[in-house]
């Protein structure tokens, strides 16, 4: 997918949010992060976002938040994860010990094997999604069009070769990784050792797509909106 037709595809989004009376707004100025992220109910950032834990640069990190009117009511985040020639299930286990930590060592035991055999390379993450209650409005007003940007941007920003979240069952439930614009859903994407952390659980899914995957999407919603 060239440049231009993901320009194409960023401002189709774009304009949809807008009809919906929203704006997105990107930040890299990290010091704003806890404060506007708290206005949309968020109350915490994961370690891997907390700029007092993690030393994000503007190549490396960035918020988008929506905004109606002159309130903030939703946001989410993207990380770059260069891993070289580390796999992600190895990334997982390495980082996450030192993220939740615990009297027993805590973090990730294992990874299911898809992952560890498939994902690899350069991956944009996608957390710390939130919304005000009563603002998600319908899936495909808001949510939708509002993850497209992330994964466009990714691809502009980093050239990944992968785009993934973490997701709780019940999202799984009511088929979130398609309006996120996934292909790939695994099931206990990775054991937590005992006790886990509160905010994470061994029955979460990951989802995602590779870069060619994820280009598909977006082409054809392109072609949906009879824009190519």
Known sequence: MNALDLGKALS???HALSQAGLQVEMFTDFERIPETAAATGRPFQMPGFAIERADHTQNSAFWLFLREGGTYIGGA????QDLGRETLADYLMR?????????KGGGVESVAEPLAREVRGRLAYIGELTFLPGHRGRRAERLEPFMRIFQILAIQKWDVDWIYA???DRHMQARLDLVYGFTRAIPRAQKWRAPEPEVRSSTEWFVGAP????????????AKFDVL
């Open 166 to 168: 973490f997701i709780p």
């Open 12 to 14: 189709v989004y774009l």
């Open 211 to 222: 870069r060619l995957e994820m280009e598909h999407m977006l082409q054809s919603d392109l």
């Open 77 to 80: 985040a993207s990380m770059l």
């Open 95 to 103: 980082t996450s010990r030192h993220q939740f930590p615990n009297n």
